[in-house]
């Protein structure tokens, strides 16, 4: 490892197997049966987990992949769901992602996590017994200060964790009693160690409303909110595109769109994702959809749009920060911030998801207009500002842009008054 390594694990089974994974996004797994203790841990093998995301925690465990409230409920013919063994990976982006445990590693799915205080950097599961029967939940610890409880199957539901302040500084360590009735949590300057008796049969999901508004609850400005409309229009918008935009036929809007409308409904929203991430979203609604072979296109419905979008956007938005950074990581000049032109978009044909010539072409004249038909329309010097404002369109460049996470400080805001009255 290049940085800090988070943690391994030995899945108790009949062929044990040690993973670990560090900072700087690799998951390997150790070949156990030719190591020994003279030449130490031998290498099986080693994947990139993520792109930009940093990885802080990691945990393997038994889970219901692709369950929800509504198909827990009312489970339809052509949605299927299923346990199997998954790693799950918590990152600083505020995202809980599960991989398959086969060597191709695959994300299966990827859902909001806690975002109380920080990323998570430790998972445990437990189990108690409820009156319904046995509930499995996930205790979690932050660098500092929070621990909190998550409410299994994972689902991206934010009604599903709960977190309190449980030390005045660092986390150090958490471990569980051996019934899952207790937490014990270890300080670090404080000097304390404190004993927590878990009842997860408190942790109360509904509230008498569909399940799709707890989602729609961290979209700014919730349900009523602009960008709550500009959702539905877009949605309608895109149920009209798939069938055409000059045709004259009658359209049929029947609440669902195609999911190959969703990447390009996602960019209309702000969220670009990237290549590598629509293809973990397409894996991830295929399979749920019991569709994994691809041949057939399917159809999402608004409800299950806006979980996909409320668990795969970034919670917090671009902004100067993040661009600027960007700059200097491509090696735009320390001082000034300017890159020659040339640079920048032979970078952007050569390194990470290559652009080829036509489809950088294409971007500007969608950004530029159709004036606009070659790079060397452009100016021969750009800065991080330039780009933003000038070929993104980034209005707010200088204030620092992105405001996702507005509605989850509201979210937080309103459970501590809720706390306040319990109390």
């Not at 932050?142 to 409880?149: A, C, D, N, R």
């Amino acid at each position: 490892y290049q940085r800090r390594v988070h943690g391994g694990v030995v899945p108790l089974t009949d062929s044990p197997r040690l993973m670990s994974i560090g900072e700087d996004k690799r998951l390997i797994e150790y070949n156990l049966a030719d190591s020994d203790i003279e030449n130490g841990l031998r290498l099986r093998s080693a994947h990139k987990i993520t792109q930009g995301a940093i990885p802080t925690a990691f945990l393997w465990h038994h889970s219901s992949v692709f369950v929800d409230e509504k198909s827990r409920n009312n489970e339809p013919k052509d949605r299927k769901s299923h346990s199997q063994d998954v790693l799950v990976v918590a990152t600083n982006e505020y995202k809980i992602k599960l991989f398959s445990t086969d060597s191709n590693r695959q994300c299966v799915q990827t859902v909001l996590g806690p975002t109380y205080g920080g990323p998570l950097n430790r998972i445990l599961v437990i189990s108690q017994l409820e009156p319904n029967g046995p509930q499995s939940y996930a205790i979690y610890t932050t660098h500092e200060k929070v621990v909190g409880l998550i409410k299994l199957p994972l689902d991206g539901n934010p009604r599903k964790a709960m977190g309190l302040l449980a030390h005045p500084l660092e986390i150090s360590s958490a471990v569980t009693s051996f019934d899952g009735r207790y937490l014990f949590t270890a300080g670090g300057r404080d000097c304390s160690v404190n004993q927590w008796a878990i009842n997860g049969a408190q942790l109360k999901v509904h509230d008498g409303r569909p399940v799709v508004d707890h989602y729609i609850d961290v979209v700014e400005g919730g349900k009523d909110g602009d960008f709550m409309k500009e959702i539905i229009d877009y949605f309608y918008y895109a149920q009209i595109r798939s069938q055409g935009e000059e045709t004259t036929a009658k359209r049929k809007i029947e609440g669902k769109i195609p999911f190959t409308q969703v990447p390009n409904l996602m960019r209309a929203l702000g969220y670009y994702p990237s290549e590598k991430e629509i293809q973990n979203m397409t894996y991830e609604i295929y399979a749920k959809f019991s569709n994994s072979n691809g041949a057939e296109d399917i159809y999402i419905d608004f409800e299950t749009f806006i979980r996909l979008y409320v668990n795969h956007r970034p919670v917090f938005g671009i902004n100067k920060k993040n661009i600027e950074d960007a700059f200097a990581a491509i090696g735009a000049d320390p001082a000034s911030g300017v890159i020659d032109r040339d640079t920048l978009f032979g970078l952007l044909k050569t390194r990470g998801e290559p652009l080829q010539l036509v489809e950088i072409e294409s971007c500007l004249k969608s950004l530029l207009g159709d004036e606009v038909t070659s790079i060397e329309m452009l100016e021969e010097n750009i800065t991080a500002k330039a780009f933003a404002e000038n070929l993104l369109g980034f209005e707010d460049f200088e204030e620092g842009g992105g405001n996702i996470n507005a509605a989850i400080e509201d979210n937080e805001d309103n459970e501590e008054e809720e706390e306040d009255e319990d109390r």
